[in-house]
């Protein structure tokens, strides 16, 4: 019992690779995080995860870096502008 207690301890089963990987250390924080579902196109979810893959950066990092980017762009230039630029690209 003990041995697959720790195994389940060390390694978890990956929901996207379907296999086994290493957990990565905890990281308790005074603040909890607050998840929100986030419904992406097929498109869009293959650019975010092929980008998560490439640069082996989680893609929980890499959606929480895209909002904070957006929301200070938003801050600093106004909506109709940043929204105006995402139009034109």
């Known amino acids: 019992m003990s041995g697959e207690i720790d195994e389940c301890l060390t390694k978890t089963k990956c ?23 986030l419904r992406l196109d097929h498109q869009l979810h293959d650019k975010f995860y092929s980008l998560s893959k490439r640069t082996k950066i989680p893609m929980s990092i890499l959606g929480r870096l895209s909002i904070t980017k957006f929301l200070d762009e938003v801050d600093s230039k106004g909506i109709t502008t940043v929204l105006n630029e995402m139009e034109s690209v």
């Open 15 to 37: 929901p996207i690779l379907h296999k086994k990987v290493p957990m990565t250390t905890l990281q308790i924080e005074s603040t909890p995080q607050v998840q929100y579902p």
